[in-house]
């Protein structure tokens, strides 16, 4: 296991089931929200992948002290905040509108490594970029809403784009230090409280019928745990520019899905916009140094 950071091929099939899992994730959770509402949903998903992750490895919580704590916190309310903020504007606008703009994290990470913390993304890097938001429009883009709540809708989603870009920033800076089972139950205990509290202005619920329990399971399990396991754990070896890359493949799997799933049509925009991302991510991959790959970004 020690050398299978260095396996570029292993660390990108671990991003891309990520990525598929969460594609899965847009049917599973479907017909579920209108059943329950978003906020208490997200609770009970993040309360379950909590308490799995402490019940299946204990031992894990003697690992976290005070800086360890902070951190974690920190990192799971910018993950927490960045749902919330995702859900709020998905009920004031389309699925296909959401999906767009949340995508637009995949350039708002290199912007944020860039100005902020003055890491170094090359000119290939930011055409990779320009090439997965292309894909990602031609996916998802139709038109520009003009009713007021939908502009707010659509902005709000953009502000969760910022703040889930901000979650892969810190992930990156801080988990090569830190256990990664640990800060993952950390963030998900943390992500389950603020959507708790999230909820109680219009009440917290319980799953109503076995349905949403699956849903809640499925989404428990392997989107929140599994899923962010991977993603804290390869955030370790691997730039945060190539993982929002990587990780746009949630909408091309969303596509898939829901044409195998729900028998969604094969448009010519679906084809062009799903290629547009698979180059930009093989593409940013194959081009990495050995270095950066380690987890060696250089600076300005």
Request: charged share 10%; proline share 3%; hydrophobic share 55%.
């Amino acid at each position: 296991m020690s050398k299978l950071h260095q396996n570029k091929p292993f660390l990108v099939v671990l991003l891309l089931s990520v990525a598929g899992i969460w594609g899965s994730a847009f049917v599973v959770m479907k017909d579920t929200l209108q059943r329950l509402d978003v906020n208490s949903f997200l609770a009970w998903r993040f309360l379950i992948a909590t308490l799995v992750m402490i019940a299946f490895r204990p031992s894990s919580l003697k690992k976290i002290d005070r800086p360890f704590a902070i951190k974690g916190v920190i990192a799971g309310t910018i993950l927490g905040i960045g749902y919330i903020l995702q859900s709020f504007g998905l009920t004031m606008t389309t699925v296909a509108k959401t999906g767009f703009i949340t995508g637009l994290y995949a350039v708002f990470t290199p912007l944020i490594a860039a100005f902020i913390l003055k890491k170094h993304v090359t000119r290939f890097q930011w055409f990779c970029v320009a090439l997965a938001l292309a894909g990602l429009g031609l996916l998802s883009f139709n038109g520009l809403g003009l009713a007021h709540q939908e502009l707010l809708g659509e902005f709000l989603v953009l502000l969760s784009a910022v703040v889930f870009a901000a979650h892969i920033i810190a992930l990156s800076e801080w988990s090569s230090s830190l256990d990664t089972y640990a800060l993952t139950v950390l963030q998900m205990g943390t992500v389950a409280l603020v959507c708790f509290l999230a909820s109680l202005k219009s009440g917290f619920h319980m799953p109503p019928d076995a349905g949403v329990w699956r849903a809640l399971i499925y989404t428990a399990i392997f989107a929140s745990a599994f899923a962010f396991i991977v993603q804290t754990w390869t955030q370790s070896f691997m730039p945060a520019t190539t993982i929002g890359i990587i990780l746009t493949m949630e909408y091309i799997f969303a596509a898939l899905f829901g044409i195998m799933v729900l028998h969604e049509k094969i448009t010519i925009r679906l084809i062009l916009g799903g290629s547009l991302v698979i180059v930009a991510m093989v593409a940013i991959v194959k081009a990495e140094p050995k270095s950066e790959i380690l987890g060696e970004l250089h600076y300005d």
